[in-house]
């Protein structure tokens, strides 16, 4: 069953108001297996929003739209729904007698404007909204249906978990179980990534997904099934494939930072480490002490002013020198330019160089990347953090 | 002229990650007098943004696409581009040549699936990006622009400020001011307001915007003009209309809450409040505790226990009562039922008494919503604080 979610709100479209409801709606749907493959944005524009639904009625079995079902002269939907139907609205005595009630519960004063909200298309079931005063309406169309929910959130999530969602789960056939499984990767490029591993990224169950972030890349593994040990069992299957390819590249799995996995590596062989920094300014020795472990593992921390010899070798000195003055187990050197005008996307890129110190044995590596700008610190403190964690592994 | 903005992205779709980029493009459309009519989000599947766009030239002149431009199998912006304004995909050997010499410049290793950037629709007018490697492009069908940038956020924005905003600012004529004005009220529900104001809601410039809060309702005067004093202008007349229907429900503007403006109308007083509360459970005294006057303004706030009588006179003494005991200038007295099972929605929606005494008047007043449950508390709170608002008036 093919999905589409219409979020109506010039607020909304203006990105005045965040759209909280479409990716809540958006979780749920996928959760009684109904496939979710557009949302549109519109304002409070009867033109368009019966647009909007028509154009959803060629490619979506089921339409959701949310919001404009108040009682003022911005709340169009109903109108939207009957045009877009070609159907007209009717009162139905039966809800306004609900508002009605309602209102004179409450002791407070029901406006005209809201005897409107007791009008739905011609046809349409009505189900009464015990959360608020806008009924909820569902028009079935040439075997299709949609269904108009109020925009306020409790009152569109009560109507949704009650209601509908229940009735969706009676049209699909049941329950299906959604898992994920992200595996982390870092100081390896995102078209690197996707080259090793693109013929993985074609799998319609479980799907492979990438998602950049600044200096390192997340691969997503989804699987849908009835049962939840299907999909873990469909998810463990495509991570052995997507490990076989990407080997150490994978530093940890789901949320984990390179600090919060280095963190714990250190700590579990009681190691700790000195640092000396450059252009990084202090903030890889501010990532690991920010961890649980941090003053366990972090022996000491140095900046670095006037290094003028960016050299490997200059670089593994100062780490191995730095391990034996400051008695720490693991030394790490980060050497990089710190001119302002330089950027990751800019004519100079600049440059660093990076040493690790183990005792048995110094690694060194040199990047085209530098300077004190955010992106490049980033950049450069995650490679660091890398070259710590294969050490330590 | 009209524009549509697609979002292109599976992680957008699903709500794995927040589309930033649509409503950053939306506020940049509007100072440049382009109107947004329709936000679509789709997912990286070549027939369904072919689709998406294909349906977006029927009604709008620009549509601006942002992500799947990248170097992965699920970057398929350019190919659905290409389907859908019917033209198929050329290598143009400058773009490969910029992407080549920007890898070589950072010194990492170019991936052969880096190569599909460089090609774009057969007759778009390719634009380097200088931030990223994906390079940008403008495809011209019938009279109407897609415009295809690139998802991530840094990049997108610096070209849109260095090249297409400016583009689109000649087309269309010139730089707009968009300014807007809100007006708070509360105590009056938001069909009431729509009800006072509704022809003045049909403004096309400016344009009059009805958003509810809990317990509270804001009137949105937007516009549009090709100066700032000409928008201040067209503001300020419609402010005047809005106001002499509203009259005095309106309580502040912009984003002042209630207690905000309480607070600071007891501190220009000098008057201090003694304040006792039910089933707001100290609430009120916190929301004007927590103002910078708080200290100077609240005198005492305690909770009352065991109030068995809710009538208006209870009500009243105990404020009158409260007021010389304290010492204070003014008393407020919050009687509400404390049922668990009461809500705003539910079968019994409570009860709340509330008085307000001055010294030289006591007001005092009864609804039917009571409870202890978050939704209550919000609206009785802001019950009162407007009492108290309207007492020092």
Same mark, same amino acid.
């Given at each position: 069953? @093919?999905?589409?979610?219409?979020?109506?709100?010039?607020?909304?479209?203006?990105?005045?108001?965040?759209?909280?409801?479409?990716?809540?709606?958006?979780?749920?749907?996928?959760?009684?297996?109904?496939?979710?493959?557009?949302?549109?944005? *519109?304002?409070?524009?009867?033109?368009?929003?019966?647009? &909007?639904?028509?154009?959803?009625?060629?490619?979506?079995?089921?339409?959701?739209?949310?919001?404009?079902?108040?009682?003022?002269?911005?709340?169009?939907?109903?109108?939207?729904?009957?045009?877009?139907?070609?159907?007209?609205?009717?009162?139905?005595?039966?809800?306004?007698?609900?508002?009605?009630?309602?209102?004179?519960?409450?002791?407070?004063?029901?406006?005209?404007?809201?005897?409107? #909200?007791?009008?739905?298309?011609?046809?349409?079931?009505?189900?009464?909204?015990?959360?608020?005063?806008?009924?909820?309406?569902? *028009? !079935?169309?040439?075997?299709?249906?949609?269904?108009?929910?109020?925009? *306020?959130?409790?009152?569109? @999530?009560?109507?949704?978990?009650?209601?509908?969602?229940?009735?969706?789960?009676? @049209?699909?056939?049941? !329950?299906?179980?959604?898992?994920?499984?992200?595996?982390?990767?870092?100081?390896?490029?995102?078209?690197?990534?996707? &080259?090793?591993?693109?013929?993985?990224?074609?799998?319609?169950?479980?799907?492979?997904?990438?998602?950049?972030?600044?200096?390192?890349?997340?691969?997503?593994?989804?699987?849908?099934?009835?049962?939840?040990? !299907?999909?873990?069992?469909?998810? &463990?299957?495509? !991570?052995?494939?997507?490990?076989?390819?990407?080997?150490?590249?994978?530093?940890?799995?789901?949320?984990?930072?390179?600090?919060?996995?280095?963190?714990?590596?250190?700590?579990?062989?009681?190691?700790?480490?000195?640092? &000396?920094?450059?252009?990084?300014?202090?903030?890889?020795?501010?990532?690991?002490?920010?961890?649980?472990?941090?003053?366990?593992? *972090? @022996?000491?921390?140095?900046?670095?002013?006037?290094?003028?010899?960016?050299?490997? #070798?200059?670089?593994?000195?100062?780490?191995? #020198?730095?391990?034996?003055?400051?008695?720490?187990?693991?030394?790490?050197?980060?050497?990089?330019?710190?001119?302002?005008?330089?950027?990751?996307?800019?004519?100079?890129?600049?440059?660093?160089?990076?040493?690790?110190?183990?005792?048995?044995?110094?690694?060194?590596?040199?990047?085209?990347?530098?300077?004190?700008?955010? #992106?490049?610190?980033?950049?450069?403190?995650?490679?660091?953090?890398?070259?710590?964690?294969?050490?330590?592994?």
């Amino acid at each position: 069953m @093919k999905a589409e979610t219409i979020s109506i709100g010039t607020e909304l479209l203006l990105g005045h108001i965040t759209d909280t409801n479409a990716v809540w709606i958006a979780e749920r749907l996928s959760e009684v297996g109904v496939d979710l493959y557009f949302r549109t944005t *519109v304002g409070d524009n009867i033109g368009r929003i019966a647009d &909007a639904i028509t154009h959803a009625l060629t490619r979506a079995d089921v339409i959701l739209t949310t919001g404009g079902l108040g009682p003022t002269v911005d709340d169009v939907t109903r109108e939207a729904v009957a045009q877009a139907t070609n159907r007209d609205l009717v009162l139905d005595e039966e809800l306004l007698a609900q508002i009605r009630a309602r209102f004179a519960k409450w002791g407070r004063e029901m406006s005209e404007n809201n005897v409107k #909200q007791a009008y739905i298309p011609r046809g349409a079931i009505p189900i009464e909204n015990p959360v608020g005063t806008a009924p909820v309406f569902i *028009v !079935e169309t040439e075997g299709k249906y949609v269904i108009s929910l109020p925009g *306020v959130p409790r009152e569109m @999530k009560h109507l949704m978990e009650t209601r509908i969602l229940p009735w969706l789960r009676e @049209k699909t056939g049941g !329950e299906w179980i959604i898992l994920s499984k992200t595996l982390r990767t870092c100081a390896i490029g995102e078209s690197m990534v996707d &080259a090793k591993i693109a013929d993985l990224e074609t799998s319609t169950n479980p799907t492979v997904g990438l998602l950049a972030h600044p200096g390192q890349t997340d691969v997503r593994v989804t699987a849908k099934a009835k049962t939840r040990a !299907e999909a873990e069992t469909l998810i &463990a299957a495509m !991570e052995a494939k997507v490990r076989e390819r990407l080997g150490d590249w994978i530093y940890g799995e789901g949320s984990e930072t390179v600090e919060e996995v280095v963190a714990r590596l250190l700590a579990a062989r009681n190691w700790r480490i000195a640092i &000396a920094e450059t252009n990084t300014a202090g903030k890889i020795a501010e990532r690991l002490r920010a961890r649980p472990e941090g003053a366990r593992i *972090v @022996k000491s921390a140095m900046l670095l002013d006037n290094v003028t010899e960016l050299s490997e #070798q200059n670089a593994a000195t100062i780490a191995e #020198q730095l391990r034996n003055v400051a008695g720490a187990d693991i030394g790490l050197a980060v050497l990089g330019t710190t001119n302002p005008a330089q950027n990751l996307y800019g004519e100079d890129t600049g440059q660093s160089v990076i040493a690790v110190a183990t005792g048995t044995r110094t690694t060194r590596h040199a990047y085209s990347v530098g300077g004190i700008n955010e #992106q490049a610190q980033i950049w450069v403190s995650i490679r660091a953090l890398d070259l710590v964690r294969r050490a330590a592994l």
